[in-house]
């Protein structure tokens, strides 16, 4: 147990102060405070998957300013969708999409779901998320970093973003 | 100058194994010519203890439809082409020889539409109905589905069910609860008792492999690094490899060492997301923290030296895409010295901590015996008891001069699949500093020779989850005519499968965590 403690002791504080917020995004309306997010990966390579670990981890600590993953759809403010959407995802996609109470705000996370990136034209995928369900934002990378992530839904809980 | 290799040529199994090229693992063909040879082939295969390695199609304008079969040899890689006839599509079953061909057999059918004979499980598997008819054969030849391939994929997928008293099923997927891919997984219980479980994928299929067709080979490298983004560098080193043993153009020293490092670091970021991602599913969340910690500083150091951090795009046909310096050199052995403190550390931790090994020991038992028969590599195959890892059995440069020791443990459990990453870690770091340190002078990239005739070749690199195989046919002027890209998790996911029974329900999770395999790499 002390060599937790001490473990813990000596690393400190990891989480740096909040980067710059990005160009301005679509405000996410009723949400004040705390985001709930949902991910669906719609047939990702999953390095889209890895980044969003690395940002839940302590370095963006989202949690801290309130922003948390949760299970269900019916739960999320946000939809935050990785992957070109393959053909066999789409269903579920609406499907995640339609629990969703609204205002039902969606990102497409990574090159794949905004525009089907380098899986564009093949038969299996539909070339991004907004060919199947309406897109409030996007966060385009190949995969975007964590701070990029976080520079954009730090602005949706932010009080200044609101109409 | 090497010459390469003409494919087509050569009578059954007869050719020889050879290393044509130092840099790559030895490889032999062989082009059965009937049905009956090629199973005779592929049970002597068996017979002196192969394992299977990948099996694939291939069809492209100009060329013989095919079915690949890869094994893995005492000496080397064995690779057998079986032509299909224009009359009868179908190619014989190895399922009854290989078990683990049977997903692999119902791909081949799901994308060409031939049928494996023999094969008595008509179910598709990447197919989910949504696609009108087979999508890897070419435009210009009139071929449908066979009328036995023909499945009914509208229908719902008939997963095998048990029955009896209070066994009820729970459907998991294909969107999970957390940052997960897609895939489905069907789950048999009795109370909180696990029976059964069986995987349903194809969500992630992307049809990458037709994706392929006419790229420049340095544009097919982008591609094959985003088959599987965790193993970016496996793949792209198979990539490559395979591109160079096709033009017969050996990349320069310098490259492979530099591509070792990244295959390394790859390694070691993977497996450290994964120890932390294991202490946390076990309710550790210091395991998480202190291990997510170790792997965010790894992937700024690869950001910063190498461009990107998972190092995408950094190994291609010819070579690598960035040269080192010397100030380079000195940070990354830092960082290793640091990090192998801080890991051997946390692995006292997680040695002493008697809650987190009491959800470790014994659960998920991957049998050894199951292992051995079905010559499972990788780090689940090597925690169940199997001596298989590429770079100590078939190392190509800088791995035959600096040694990898093979990492194993024989218990089989989420324990032994810890054991083998903190043992990975610490043996891949003790690599790179040795490497770091004797670097090699000389270019890093020399471009490839171009083709004018089709060539193909083959690259198979031990990734951070297992043997990743990259096949290439290229045609005139150096683009890819037909390229695939095999995952370990094909053969690795039905062993998952085998470990669930008497697990309870909430520790698949942990279970699915220790094998943490790909689900866009298999569907591709
Ligand atoms: S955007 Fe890039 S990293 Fe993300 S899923 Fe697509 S290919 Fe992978």
């Given at each position: ?66 922003i ?18 393959t ?14 109470p ?23 995928v ?30 949706l ?7 | ?16 194994f ?190 990458v ?22 193993s ?8 490559s ?7 017969g ?49 790894f ?86 008891g ?31 699949r ?6 990975e ?67 690795l ?32």
């Amino acid at each position: 147990m002390h060599k937790i403690l001490l473990k813990i002791f000596r690393t400190g504080t990891l989480t740096e102060p909040l980067p710059e917020p990005g160009p301005p995004v679509k405000p996410c309306p009723l949400v004040r405070g705390s985001l709930a997010v949902r991910h669906v990966d719609a047939g990702s390579c999953n390095a889209c998957e890895l980044e969003l670990h690395a940002f839940t981890q302590a370095f963006y600590a989202p949690e801290s300013i309130g922003i948390r993953f949760v299970a269900s759809p019916r739960h999320a403010d946000v939809l935050l969708v990785t992957g070109p959407v393959t053909l066999a995802m789409k269903d579920a996609l609406r499907a995640a999409h339609e629990a969703m109470p609204d205002p039902r705000y969606v990102i497409a996370l990574g090159d794949c779901a905004c525009n089907g990136g380098i899986f564009r034209g093949s038969y299996a995928v539909s070339g991004g998320v907004p060919e199947v369900i309406p897109v409030d934002g996007q966060i385009p990378g190949c995969p975007p970093e964590p701070k990029r992530i976080l520079a954009y839904l730090e602005q949706l809980v932010s009080a200044e973003n609101k109409d | 100058m090497l010459n390469p290799i003409e494919w087509s040529s050569g009578p059954d199994g007869e050719i020889p194994f050879g290393t044509p090229f130092p840099f790559s693992v030895p490889f032999a063909l062989a082009s059965p010519e009937s049905p009956g040879l090629y199973l005779e082939g592929v049970r002597r295969i068996k017979e002196r203890g192969g394992r299977l390695v990948s099996l694939w199609g291939s069809w492209t304008s100009g060329a013989d439809p095919a079915v690949l079969a890869a094994f893995s040899d005492a000496e080397g890689l064995l690779l057998y082409r079986f032509r299909l006839s224009a009359d009868d599509r179908s190619f014989p079953s190895i399922a009854f020889l290989f078990p683990l061909a049977n997903r692999l057999e119902r791909a081949v059918r799901d994308l060409y539409g031939w049928d494996p004979a023999g094969l008595s499980d008509q179910r598709p598997w990447l197919d989910h109905g949504l696609w009108d008819g087979p999508p890897m054969v070419p435009q210009d030849a009139s071929f449908q589905r066979s009328p036995e391939g023909a499945d009914s994929p509208q229908e719902e997928y008939p997963f095998v069910r048990v029955e009896g008293e209070g066994v009820h099923e729970i459907p998991v997927g294909p969107i999970h609860a957390g940052i997960i891919e897609p895939g489905h997984f069907r789950f048999q219980v009795v109370g909180e008792k696990l029976l059964r479980m069986e995987e349903r994928f194809g969500f992630a299929h992307k049809g990458v492999r037709t994706l392929f067709r006419n790229r420049s080979v340095s544009d097919a490298a982008r591609l094959a690094g985003r088959v599987s983004g965790d193993s970016a560098v496996a793949f792209q080193t198979a990539f490559s490899d395979a591109v160079e043993v096709a033009t017969g153009s050996p990349p320069p020293r310098r490259a492979l060492w530099i591509r070792s490092i990244l295959l390394e670091r790859e390694r070691i970021a993977n497996h450290l997301g994964d120890l932390g991602a294991l202490g946390n599913d076990a309710g550790f969340g210091f395991g998480s923290v202190q291990f997510g910690r170790l792997k965010e500083e790894f992937l700024r150091t690869n950001a910063r030296i190498f461009g990107h951090r998972y190092l995408m795009d950094t190994v291609v046909p010819g070579g690598v895409a960035g040269d080192l310096g010397r100030q380079e050199l000195a940070l990354l052995r830092e960082e290793c010295a640091r990090t192998k403190s801080d890991v051997l550390e946390l692995k006292t931790i997680y040695d002493e901590h008697g809650g987190l090994q009491d959800r470790f020991s014994g659960t998920g038992w991957l049998d050894p015996m199951l292992a051995g028969r079905w010559g499972l590599g990788g780090v689940a195959g090597r925690a169940s008891g199997q001596m298989y890892d590429l770079r100590h059995s078939h190392p190509v440069p800088p791995y035959d001069q600096v040694h990898v020791p093979v990492s194993i443990s024989r218990l089989g459990d989420v324990s032994a699949r810890v054991q083998v990453r903190f043992q990975e870690v610490r043996h891949s770091l003790s690599f790179l500093d040795s490497v770091l340190e004797a670097l090699p002078e000389g270019p890093f990239f020399i471009q490839p020779e171009e083709t004018f005739s089709p060539f193909e070749g083959v690259g198979w690199v031990e990734g951070w989850r297992g043997e990743v195989l990259c096949w290439v046919r290229l045609g005139s002027g150096g683009t890819v005519l037909d390229a695939h890209c095999h995952d370990p998790s094909w053969l690795l996911w039905p062993a998952l499968e085998q470990t669930v029974p008497g697990n309870l329900v909430a520790d698949f999770p942990l279970i699915n965590k220790s094998f943490n395999l790909s689900y866009s790499g298999h569907d591709l």
